[in-house]
């Protein structure tokens, strides 16, 4: 609970908890203060990166990493493939070297 009290005191805001006793449940209330105005989100940049363009490949057997990283190397402009482990990452190396 301390870690939440001030996590939610960092946005301004306070966390309780509240409990009957032993077996009988416990209540935890956060109440953090209403913007005043919403941010206008940032637009992706679109202009790549200097620097020569890569192909590059991302090996990692967690797929949301690798879709990340292979994410981020896209927008820098660089032509991106993955793989979930070094098999397939060879398979793939392979086969882009043939193009």
């Known amino acids: 609970m301390s870690l939440v009290k001030e996590f ?8 309780e908890a509240h409990s ?9 209330v956060v109440r953090l203060p209403a913007a005043a105005a ?3 989100p940032q637009t992706a940049r679109t202009e790549k990166a200097p620097g020569p363009q890569r192909r590059i490949l991302v090996v990692d057997d967690n797929r949301d990493a690798a879709a990340s990283i292979a994410m981020i190397l896209g927008i ?16 793939r190396r392979r086969s882009s070297d043939r193009k």
Do not use: C, I, Q, Y
Request: aromatic letters at 6%; hydrophobic letters at 30%; charged letters at 20%.
């Open 20 to 28: 009957d006793g032993p077996g009988k449940g416990s209540e935890f």
């Open 76 to 91: 820098m402009g660089h032509e991106v493939r993955t793989a979930p482990d070094g098999v397939a990452g060879g398979w």
């Open 8 to 15: 939610v005191g960092l946005h301004g805001g306070r966390g």
């Open 38 to 40: 919403v941010a206008k």
